[in-house]
C-alpha cells in the first residue's frame, strides 16, 4: 500500500510512470519578454553616462533649432541620428544575446 501522506505534491510536476513523478528543472535566465523588451532596454540604454549626454544635446538642439530660446548652427538630426543608430544597434545585439 502507498501511503498518501508521504507523496509531496508540487506545482508544476510531471507524471511519466505511474509511481514516479518528475520536475521540469530547467533555468531560465532572460532578462526580457516580448512585453518588457522595449521599456527595460531603454532603461539599461540611457543608464549609461554618454546616452544620457547625447539625449540631453539633441534635446537642446531641437529647442535651439525650432523655439526663439536660443540659435543652434547645427541641424538636431546630427545627434539624433547617430544616438539612434548606436541604441538600435545595442538594443539588437542585447536582443539576440537573450535569445541564446
Same mark, same amino acid.
Given at each position: 500500500?502507498? &501511503?498518501?501522506?508521504?507523496?509531496?505534491?508540487?506545482? +508544476?510536476?510531471? /507524471?511519466?510512470?505511474?509511481?514516479?513523478?518528475?520536475?521540469?528543472? /530547467?533555468? =531560465?535566465?532572460? =532578462?526580457?519578454?516580448?512585453?518588457?523588451?522595449?521599456?527595460? /532596454? *531603454?532603461? &539599461?540604454? $540611457?543608464?549609461?553616462? %554618454?546616452?544620457?549626454?547625447? *539625449?540631453?544635446?539633441?534635446? @537642446?538642439?531641437? *529647442?535651439?533649432?525650432?523655439?526663439?530660446?536660443?540659435?543652434?548652427? *547645427?541641424?538636431?538630426? /546630427?545627434?539624433?541620428?547617430? @544616438?539612434? $543608430?548606436?541604441? +538600435?544597434?545595442?538594443? %539588437?545585439? &542585447? +536582443?539576440?544575446?537573450?535569445? =541564446?
Amino acid at each position: 500500500t502507498t &501511503e498518501a501522506w508521504r507523496w509531496l505534491k508540487v506545482r +508544476g510536476c510531471v /507524471s511519466k510512470e505511474a509511481n514516479f513523478v518528475s520536475c521540469d528543472n /530547467s533555468i =531560465k535566465t532572460s =532578462k526580457y519578454n516580448a512585453f518588457t523588451f522595449l521599456p527595460r /532596454s *531603454l532603461f &539599461e540604454q $540611457f543608464r549609461r553616462t %554618454a546616452n544620457q549626454y547625447f *539625449l540631453v544635446i539633441s534635446i @537642446l538642439m531641437v *529647442l535651439g533649432t525650432y523655439t526663439s530660446l536660443f540659435y543652434s548652427p *547645427l541641424t538636431p538630426y /546630427s545627434t539624433i541620428a547617430p @544616438l539612434s $543608430f548606436i541604441l +538600435g544597434v545595442t538594443m %539588437a545585439k &542585447e +536582443g539576440v544575446e537573450d535569445m =541564446k
